[in-house]
């Protein structure tokens, strides 16, 4: 997705009813900000944020516990 939150993004999403966005260190405040516009475009979908250390394709351990963490939460609403 890079650092644009785009429409089309939005109208595909609308597909799901969890969605986590977890975007590099280096996207900086835009993890919180797309959080923050999805719950808003998609009040029936439940919305989660995760902060990675690292970018996702280096699979830094820290970032796998935390991606984990928070699909346990998806389960755990249910």
């Known amino acids: 997705m ?4 785009l429409s089309t993004h939005v109208e595909q999403l609308h597909a ?3 969605i986590l966005v977890a975007l590099d260190p280096d ?3 835009k ?5 923050q516009e999805l719950r808003g475009q998609l009040p029936h979908n439940k919305v ?13 351990k820290r970032d ?3 991606m984990k963490e928070k699909i346990q939460e998806f389960v755990e609403q249910q």
């Open 31 to 35: 993890t919180l900000q797309f959080t």
């Open 2 to 5: 890079g650092t644009a939150l």
């Open 27 to 29: 996207a900086g405040k």
């Open 16 to 18: 799901y009813t969890k």
């Open 64 to 66: 796998m516990i935390l």
């Open 48 to 60: 989660f944020a995760a902060r990675l250390k690292d970018d996702l394709k280096y699979r830094c």
